[in-house]
């Protein structure tokens, strides 16, 4: 095999109460990617579509730099070229950086025979990522890679924990068409927190990790709140609290930012009840001047997958 396409989906981070460690995986937003072997040594990124302006130099572009990581590993007596058809816009929070940076290594080692195994993948997309959000961190690779809900127990050394969560758990997300860049959404977060909200915080964080295992749908309702990064981070997003507040009026079992933003997410039980929230979620924007896109979807338990 020279040559394989690839469907890499769109993740939600954090998932509230879970900064920068817990992740999941969607099933109707990604990015369709091209990778092929060539004689001529090295790595080439020959096309890019979606209207984006994204560098072809791999050593500038998140995809190229992790197949670099993987290249360099791997020593193969050949290339590789990538195409790139950006599906995901960069900065809207739903992992877009993490869907090339997967893409490329993912299709690269099956064309090699899969020699490495999935975390090792993820420490090679690593180095992509870091170069969209300026440090390294892996929630929006790992769910993108092993599917369903990921927990990044350790970044030295890497430790990526799949966690199971029930059938019947649906996302309603909406993305409003501005830009909120990664390293800008980090740098606004304080330092230090008080003690009492770290511990409300890691409190509702293995609240959902239990419920998520049991599937308790009303532990997870009461598990997803943040109270240490969205009082900060939802000041860039217009809007916030009326779509968070809508979402739940309209049976979310909650809401919160979908990685840095600009993107709001809501989990619900059941395929209706995430329809309704979409049509709550939809109304705010629809009374505003800001465009969005709004997605219903499945939680996506295989991850990143091959399309031909």
Same mark, same amino acid.
């Given at each position: 095999?020279?040559? *394989?396409?690839?469907?890499?989906?769109?993740?939600?981070?954090?998932?509230?109460?879970?900064?920068?460690?817990?992740?999941?995986?969607?099933?109707?937003?990604?990015?369709?990617?091209? @990778?092929?072997?060539? +004689? %001529? %040594?090295?790595?080439?990124?020959?096309?890019?579509?979606?209207?984006? +302006?994204?560098?072809?130099?791999?050593?500038?572009?998140?995809?190229?730099?992790?197949? !670099?990581?993987?290249?360099?590993?791997?020593?193969?007596?050949?290339?590789?070229?990538?195409?790139?058809?950006?599906? @995901?816009?960069?900065?809207?929070?739903?992992?877009?950086?993490?869907?090339?940076?997967?893409?490329?290594?993912?299709?690269?080692?099956?064309?090699?025979?899969?020699?490495?195994?999935?975390?090792?993948?993820?420490?090679?997309?690593? %180095?992509?990522?870091?170069?969209?959000?300026?440090?390294?961190?892996?929630?929006?690779?790992?769910?993108?890679?092993?599917?369903?809900?990921? !927990?990044?127990?350790?970044?030295?050394?890497?430790?990526?924990?799949?966690?199971?969560?029930?059938?019947?758990?649906?996302?309603?997300?909406?993305?409003?068409?501005?830009?909120?860049?990664?390293?800008?959404?980090?740098?606004?977060?304080?330092?230090?927190?008080?003690?009492?909200?770290?511990?409300?915080?890691?409190?509702?964080?293995?609240?959902?990790?239990?419920?998520?295992?049991?599937?308790?749908?009303?532990?997870?309702?009461?598990?997803?709140? +943040?109270? *240490?990064?969205?009082?900060?981070?939802?000041?860039?997003?217009?809007?916030?609290?009326?779509?968070?507040?809508?979402?739940?009026?309209?049976?979310?079992?909650?809401?919160? @930012?979908?990685?840095?933003?600009?993107?709001?997410?809501?989990?619900?039980?059941?395929?209706?009840?995430?329809?309704?929230?979409? +049509?709550?979620?939809?109304?705010?924007?629809?009374?505003?001047?800001?465009?969005?896109?709004?997605?219903?979807? %499945?939680?996506?338990?295989?991850?990143?997958?091959?399309?031909?």
């Amino acid at each position: 095999m020279n040559e *394989i396409k690839i469907f890499s989906p769109a993740t939600v981070a954090n998932v509230a109460c879970g900064f920068d460690v817990l992740g999941f995986c969607l099933d109707s937003v990604g990015d369709e990617m091209v @990778i092929r072997k060539t +004689d %001529k %040594k090295g790595i080439f990124i020959t096309k890019i579509e979606g209207g984006f +302006d994204l560098p072809y130099q791999a050593e500038l572009n998140v995809a190229g730099v992790s197949a !670099l990581a993987l290249y360099e590993a791997a020593k193969p007596d050949c290339g590789f070229e990538i195409e790139i058809n950006k599906k @995901i816009k960069p900065g809207s929070g739903i992992g877009s950086s993490a869907a090339s940076a997967v893409g490329s290594v993912f299709g690269m080692n099956e064309l090699l025979g899969r020699p490495f195994n999935k975390t090792q993948l993820t420490e090679f997309a690593i %180095k992509g990522e870091a170069l969209a959000s300026k440090c390294e961190h892996a929630d929006n690779l790992a769910p993108a890679l092993f599917g369903g809900f990921t !927990l990044v127990k350790s970044i030295s050394p890497l430790e990526i924990l799949e966690i199971p969560s029930p059938d019947d758990l649906y996302v309603t997300i909406i993305h409003p068409q501005i830009e909120i860049k990664t390293s800008e959404a980090r740098a606004i977060l304080p330092k230090e927190v008080p003690l009492i909200d770290a511990i409300t915080q890691w409190a509702n964080f293995g609240s959902l990790i239990h419920a998520l295992h049991t599937g308790d749908f009303g532990l997870i309702q009461r598990s997803l709140n +943040d109270v *240490i990064v969205e009082p900060y981070r939802s000041q860039l997003i217009p809007h916030y609290n009326k779509v968070k507040t809508e979402a739940l009026k309209a049976g979310a079992l909650g809401a919160g @930012i979908s990685g840095s933003g600009p993107s709001i997410f809501s989990l619900s039980k059941g395929i209706e009840n995430a329809k309704n929230v979409k +049509d709550a979620m939809k109304k705010v924007y629809s009374n505003t001047e800001i465009d969005f896109d709004i997605h219903v979807s %499945k939680i996506n338990n295989k991850g990143v997958k091959i399309i031909y």
